[in-house]
């Protein structure tokens, strides 16, 4: 780890041995032209391994903006996130909340780049999933993101295996050469939580991950999350519905930029 | 291992690419075939001039020309760089065929055949030499003429091949003939001059056939020559044939081999004052093509001593004006000594530049010794004596040539930007269009340079793709130039390449290698260049901007 993202003593989280996710005083702030949105004043917030977490909160109070700083995709502009005890941005003053594409000289966001591709697993309201490949080469594609074109003949048979394993499990295995058009909201859904989990993360994060789907694809989802958390999978979910949010082991309410729990 | 992928198969699904790919093609095969055509023109250009003259052109550019070639080609010819050295004389002339009254103005060569054949290419470029090897003479000659061999009695038959009779095997001269069935043992065929109807019957016979134009004896008697002996004269071949747009020749039988022509020419002095014109009758023994049409529809060809004599530049006697004594002797003139070198002396490559030097050098010392009592005049005209490579020779003609190549390839080359613009249009409007993708791209770990690389590889393959095919519509575009123009010359009659203007008779339609990878490599980085700005941009996206892009 280079010093740019080691944790200085004052930056380190308070003990807690079990805590694989853990957010301090996170802020972000929106300026759209003269106006200033606050969004999260000083959100806390610790994730154990093998917990399922749900955050709750109104429409426009910044669960999925809490979401992405919590799985390195988007940057805080206060704050800090720790996972596994190492710090996921690089210092406030240090901070660059824009990135180029030739960011990737800069080891804060190699560190993020190699989180996204290793620890993370996102899951959206929308699947995210690219219309051009199908359902597992969609699912593939998350294990080629971290492979060498050389390394990638070796390294396919293995990747191929844990696709279609993954897919059997969400119950897609028929449906292996179908592209996203060719798919329910459903089904899309379990290609996008396939994806998510096929480099295996230790952590799933969920955004409103039944916010587009009918009653009874939003109950076999949910099912499926709750499988995967009874087999060990964390998990922290987002989303503004009550009867999403109970099947959680704890749950939080985000209001006025804070974290508290309900 | 995602940027490669996502190349492909946004090079696969992406179907705007197409547009980009065929932008590239256009462009490609254009400059390709500029190259190529300005390429070829200047390689035949150097190819024919070097076939035409040889390595060495020693002159001093006045048709009144210089003396003590013969002293100066006898000297030089023990130096091991030296294979062959031979006079030529230039001049011009009205040419007249007899039979048919048809006249034109023409450039008279004067050659010695035989060293010419060694110096330059003109040998390979004669018709009847090439089918009856050893008769085309510039020496006095009758007319051969075809007659018929009563011992040996063949069918004949018409131009449908049907059979109309027998009848006695037309034969040539001996001498023709003899040298007729070498070259058809040999294996040579006149395969694009259209048969005659004496062809024909022989073809149809399964016997050597003559080709070209013969006059028949008169009493179907046997095969004879007829007429005076006059000098050979050998015509360019677009002055004596017609070319069809097959690129064949076809010859009349107003002007059959060995028919008269006369020459009126006039002589210069030394001084280039011109004296009384002078004519000469000529048989026609050969017709020549160099594929020049400037040289093919002008130039003719006679013995270098008779045409000496005819132009009043042999040896004479100098007679003093005021006791009518003969005091000396003017040496004879020749416009220009063509040097054809050996291409290595002792294991190493001969220099042309540095031979010519030498040359020119040595014709200076040779004409200042006093045991040559030259005149004036003839001093005046030593002066501008120079030797000079084939290629500095030309250098009037090659360097412009070679100019308007360059001018045109960079011209076609900044025409071509506009591949690159437009690659630059329709990646920019695929990376806005998959906005989303690279966001979704970026959540599962892509890095900012990798979803650039996958721009800037997509550009590189649509710049690849784009260029070989346009490489290869180029290719074939040129190697079918000259059909296409006939084409459009039959079809709208558009001729795009006039024979009179640019010197050869077809387009050029060679496509050298290293024009092709150079295309092919500009293609490609210029494609890429054209990536650079939309891979910047879907680089810089943030993911979660891009995640919620509508």
Known sequence: MSSATRPSAAARPPASAD?????????????????????????????????????????????????????????????????????????????????????????????????????????????????????????LLARMVGTRVLAWPAARAAARADALAILERVGLRDRLRHRPSELSGGERQRVAIARALVHRPQILLADEPTGNLDAENGAALLALLKGLHADGQTIVLVTHDPGVAAQADRVLLLEGGRLRTV | MYKLFLTLRYLRKRRIA???????????????????????????????????????????????????YDEFIADIASWPEIE?????????????????????????????????????????????????????????????????????????RDEQGRPVGTGPRPVLPPE???????????????????????????????????????????????????????PGLIIGRDIIAERLPTAAYKRFWAYPRGCAVALTLLPLSATGTADIPVKQPFRYVDDSRTGIYEIDSQHVYCDFELLQKLLQMHATERVDPGTG??????????????????????????????????????????????????????????????????EESQRHIIAPVENERRLVTILFGIISLVAVVLVLCILYMIVLQKTRDIGIVKSIGGSSTGVAAIFVTYGAAVGLVGALSGAALGTVFVHHINEIQDFLTWAFGWRVWSREVYSFDAIPSTVRVEDTVA??????????????????????????????HE
């Open chain 1, 19 to 139: 805590a694989l996710l853990v957010a301090e005083a996170v802020q972000k702030t929106y300026v759209m032209g003269r106006t200033t949105l606050v969004v999260l004043r000083a959100c806390d917030l610790r994730v154990r391994a093998g917990e399922f977490v749900a955050i709750m909160g109104k429409s426009g109070s910044g669960k999925s903006t809490l979401l992405h700083i919590l799985g390195a995709l988007d940057v805080p502009q206060g704050g800090q996130v720790y996972f596994g005890g190492a710090p996921v941005f690089a210092p406030p003053g240090r901070r660059r909340l824009r990135t180029t594409a030739l960011d990737v000289l800069s080891a804060a966001e190699r560190h993020r780049i190699a989180l996204r591709r290793r620890a993370f697993g996102f899951v959206f309201q929308f699947y995210h999933l690219l219309p051009e490949l199908n359902v597992l080469e969609n699912v």
């Open chain 2, 18 to 68: 197409y547009f980009a790919i065929a932008a590239v093609m256009l462009c490609s095969a254009m400059v390709l075939i500029v190259m190529s055509v300005m390429g070829g023109f200047l390689d035949l250009l150097k190819t024919k001039a070097r076939g035409l003259l040889g390595d060495i052109i020693i002159d001093n550019r006045s048709y009144s020309g210089f003396p003590l």
């Open chain 2, 84 to 156: 062959k050295a031979t006079p030529v004389l230039y001049s011009y002339g009205l040419l007249r065929f007899s039979e048919t009254t048809q006249t034109q103005t023409v450039r008279v060569v004067g050659i010695r055949l035989a060293d010419v054949y060694v110096v330059n290419a003109f040998k390979s470029g004669l018709y009847y030499e090439t089918y009856y090897p050893g008769t085309t003479t510039l020496a006095p000659q009758a007319q051969p003429r075809v007659g018929f061999d009563p011992q040996e009695i063949i069918e004949i």
């Open chain 2, 176 to 230: 023709h003939q003899a040298a007729l069935e070498r070259s058809w043992a040999a294996g040579l065929r006149d395969t694009l001059t259209p048969p005659t109807e004496l062809t024909a019957i022989l073809r149809a016979a399964g016997l050597p056939e003559i080709v070209g134009v013969y006059d028949l004896v008169d009493d179907h008697g046997p095969p004879r020559f007829t007429g005076n002996e006059l």
């Open chain 2, 325 to 390: 004594r003969t005091i000396g002797t003017v040496p004879g003139r020749a416009s220009q000594i063509q040097v054809k070198l050996r291409p290595l002396v002792a294991g190493r490559p001969v220099r042309p530049e540095a031979v010519a030097q030498r040359l020119s050098e040595h014709y200076h010392a040779l004409a200042a010794d006093p045991r040559f009592d030259l005149g004036f005049d003839d001093r005046m005209l030593i002066e501008r004596v120079e030797a000079l490579t084939w």
């Open chain 2, 519 to 548: 295309v092919i490599v500009a293609a490609i980085l210029a494609a890429t260049l054209g990536s650079l700005l939309a891979a910047w941009r879907a680089g810089a996206m943030q993911p979660v901007e891009a995640l919620r």
